[in-house]
């Protein structure tokens, strides 16, 4: 979290906000009814370091654009951040989860 809210602020220049998007995805409850939700974790997905950081950039927060000549900092920062949890041939494996929500439309 640490590295968050240390590069969300230096980019964006607004502070990192951990329920930013609650709100967002609360403004349908009232004209739905929830029937079922669904935990889904992914099989493990293996990704070199290189490639896992080039994908941060993939993110709007995060973008080329924005990063300017910060970029290089910031990937060094992460890489050093992921290199102790990656196998000896510089590989991240992780899983991905989700929450699937079925409604009713009231």
């Not at 349908?28 to 939700?37: A, E, G, K, N, Q």
């Not at 994908?55 to 990063?67: D, L, V």
């Not at 900092?73 to 041939?89: G, I, W, Y």
């Amino acid at each position: 979290m640490d590295f968050l809210q240390k590069w969300v602020p230096g980019v964006t220049g607004a502070p990192l906000s951990t329920d930013r998007g609650k709100t967002i995805w609360d403004k349908h409850l009232p004209y739905v009814r929830t029937t079922d939700s669904f935990d889904l974790i992914s099989d493990p997905v293996v990704q070199s370091i290189a490639d896992f950081v080039l994908c941060q950039h993939s993110r709007n927060t995060f973008a080329p654009s924005k990063m300017g000549n910060l970029r290089d900092q910031f990937d060094a920062e992460l890489v050093a951040l992921l290199r102790p949890h990656a196998d000896s041939a510089g590989n991240l494996t992780f899983r991905s989860s989700t929450r699937l929500t079925l409604v009713q439309i009231l």
